[in-house]
């Protein structure tokens, strides 16, 4: 999976999410990012590499596996394999909302 399809997933589950407030932000190992801003109904997805209230590093190929659901949120975060910078509230309704 690419950035892109990356993208496109985090689009199609951000459509009908609910309950997060703020920007979030995940940003790659091999480069690129995603960034979601929820101050608007549907949030708003895109690729851009702004500031974010929260921001979440790891390998793409860890972020697929968060999506579906191969890879604990938790876990990854205790083994070193995501990073979280900024509001740890936003990352913890971020992996909430992967989980769905």
């Known amino acids: 999976m690419n950035l892109q399809d990356f993208t496109a997933l985090i689009e199609k589950t951000a459509s009908t999410a609910s ?26 997805v ?19 596996k968060l999506l579906n659901g191969e890879l604990n949120p938790m876990t990854a975060f205790m083994f070193g394999k995501l990073k979280v910078k900024g509001d740890m509230g936003i990352a913890m309704k971020i992996a909430q909302l992967l989980s769905k």
């Open 19 to 44: 309950g997060l407030s703020g920007t979030a932000k995940f940003v790659f190992d091999e480069g690129g990012a995603v960034f979601i801003d929820a101050g608007q109904m549907p949030y708003r």
């Open 46 to 64: 895109s690729n851009e590499n702004k500031d974010s209230d929260c921001t979440v590093l790891l390998a793409l190929a860890d972020a697929v």
